[in-house]
């Protein structure tokens, strides 16, 4: 499967949205808006977004839109996220999509954070170089609980 990345369009964002209001994939990603469902909130936070200095991008495999990748925050602070449409779970395209972004963005060190039972996810962060460096507890919006977090950071390569 050929994953690429490019630049958010404006048609990307109504797949973003039905991506993200996915019941199993809320449950797993665990830390989303308060009320996903909220169009106008999904809105207002995307043109927040694309208004910053950000580093946005949508996940292309094979031609399709099957989800988003960004790194955000302050220099010294920044962070990745992603997310992958359900229906393209374990078959690499988040790996391959994470890695590109990291090619993109070379400034380390970059932190990520996944809910401790997102094997997954944290499979995924192990392989693009990300190391566990803490673990926190926050309250998952999705999961209407707190729960563990595992913290993860990318360190410049040594060399």
């Known amino acids: 499967m050929n994953v690429v990345l490019r630049e958010v369009h404006d048609s ?3 797949v973003f949205f039905r991506q993200m209001n996915d019941p199993e994939s809320l449950r797993m990603a665990a830390f989303t808006p308060k009320d ?12 927040r977004l ?6 946005l991008r949508t996940i292309l495999a094979d031609g399709d ?16 996220t992603y997310w992958v449409d359900r229906a393209y779970w ?13 090619a993109e963005v070379p400034e380390r060190p970059l932190y990520a954070r996944a809910a401790a039972d997102n ?3 944290l499979r995924v962060l ?13 309250f998952a919006q999705a999961r209407g609980e707190e729960i563990d977090e595992v ?7 040594k060399g």
């Open 50 to 55: 694309r208004a910053s200095s950000d580093v």
């Open 126 to 138: 192990h392989k693009c170089g990300f190391r566990e460096s803490a673990r926190a507890r926050g």
């Open 65 to 80: 839109v099957v989800g988003s990748a960004a790194v955000y925050g302050e220099p010294g602070e920044r962070e990745v």
């Open 119 to 121: 094997a997954g996810s």
């Open 36 to 47: 996903p469902a909220d169009h106008d909130a999904f809105e207002a936070h995307w043109r």
């Open 151 to 157: 913290v993860l950071t990318l360190r410049a390569a």
């Open 90 to 102: 374990g078959r690499g395209i988040a790996t391959a999509a994470l890695r590109a972004l990291l």
């Open 12 to 14: 990307d964002l109504p």
